[in-house]
């Protein structure tokens, strides 16, 4: 068990990451993770539920595994944490097998503070597996997302279910679950699923003072679209459509408009999603118009109106 003062945990935060101050329950959530206590944390999207188990992880001794289900947010996340100066990486699907094996040497040596994982890729019965992560000396499980192990959420993830294990294997090192969406009985069901004994739990309002939220009669729709962003023209955005084709076809009449936008649904090659995504995030595009297999895991400061075209 380790013991921090709030001002030393303060002087930690402005080291490692620039803030000044704690956000909402960052602090006592921070707290009961180097307490060594599972937690269960609701906060709101930008709340800033990163940091709660980022500053643990380099405070404490060994490696944290993070658990998540996007390989956009693992890359946005890791490259954050290596320009704070942190040694952290990711595994997943979109790396070469000698790449996946040069993380895990990194690993291995105690290199890296925070490893990025894909649920995927815990397998729910493997003692080669958790000999392996013993050797790493694991300082806690950060499981993200969490509302996907629930089939009461609207996001369930079938793969998350065998997270259970992790507990079952390591039952003295803490586990934190973190998610922006769930309600009471989600909450319940994250834990019991998870096989938490007795979590904290740690709910920060979902007030968010400094979002506006507008309903407009849908009129002549495009032309309401355009005259929003032409008023607001420095600024980035995203338009949700309900189909493929939609986004198409609003992206194109913005692009002959001027404005410059794209299209992003599933239907897209990997390869050209990634393009376009990486150009939103450089701001090459100024409009993303998309389906929602766009958005999760977006981290970009800049943006500052949502549109739900089909609401």
């Known amino acids: 068990m380790s013991t921090y003062s709030k001002e030393k945990l303060q002087l930690a935060l402005k080291h490692f990451f620039g803030y000044d101050e704690f956000r909402l329950t960052q602090l006592p959530i921070i707290e009961s993770l180097l307490h060594g206590e599972d937690t ?8 800033g539920k990163s940091i709660c188990y980022q500053l643990p992880a380099v405070l404490l001794p060994g490696i944290a595994i993070v658990i998540s289900p996007l390989i956009a947010l693992m890359k946005d996340q890791v490259d954050a944490l290596t320009a704070n100066g942190i040694h952290a990486a990711f595994l997943n699907s979109s790396q070469s097998s000698e790449e996946q094996q040069r993380v895990l040497k990194l690993a291995e040596n105690g290199t890296i503070k925070l490893l990025y994982i894909a649920p995927e890729r815990i397998p729910a019965n493997s003692e080669t597996f958790f ?7 694991p300082s806690l499980f950060a499981i993200d997302e969490a509302h996907c192990i629930s089939s009461w959420g609207h996001d369930f993830r079938p793969e998350y279910l065998k ?5 079952k294997n390591f039952p003295s090192v803490p586990v934190v679950a973190l998610t ?18 007795a979590p904290k739990i740690f709910i920060s309002s979902f007030n968010r003072p400094n979002i506006h939220y507008f309903i407009y009669p849908k009129r002549n729709v495009f032309g309401q679209i355009l005259d929003y962003i032409k008023k607001h023209a420095d600024d980035c955005g995203i338009i949700y459509a309900l189909s493929r084709a939609s986004t198409e076809e609003i992206a194109g009449k913005l692009h002959e408009a001027g404005v410059k936008a794209a299209y992003y649904h599933a239907g897209m090659e990997g390869a050209e999603r990634s393009r376009v995504q990486e150009a939103f995030q450089r701001d090459e595009y100024k409009v993303i118009v998309a ?18 075209q089909d609401i």
Not at 163 to 167: E, F, G, T
Not at 185 to 195: A, Y
Request: a positive charge; glycine letters at 8%.
């Open 180 to 197: 922006a969406s769930a309600d009471k009985v989600t909450q319940e069901d994250i834990v019991k699923r998870l096989e938490l004994p």
């Open 40 to 47: 269960l944390a609701i906060m709101p999207t930008g709340g």
């Open 291 to 308: 389906t929602i297999a766009f958005g999760m895991g977006i981290d970009k400061s800049n943006v500052r109106f949502v549109i739900h």
């Open 163 to 167: 997270l259970a294990v992790l507990k």
């Open 131 to 137: 000999t392996f992560l013993r050797k790493l000396n």
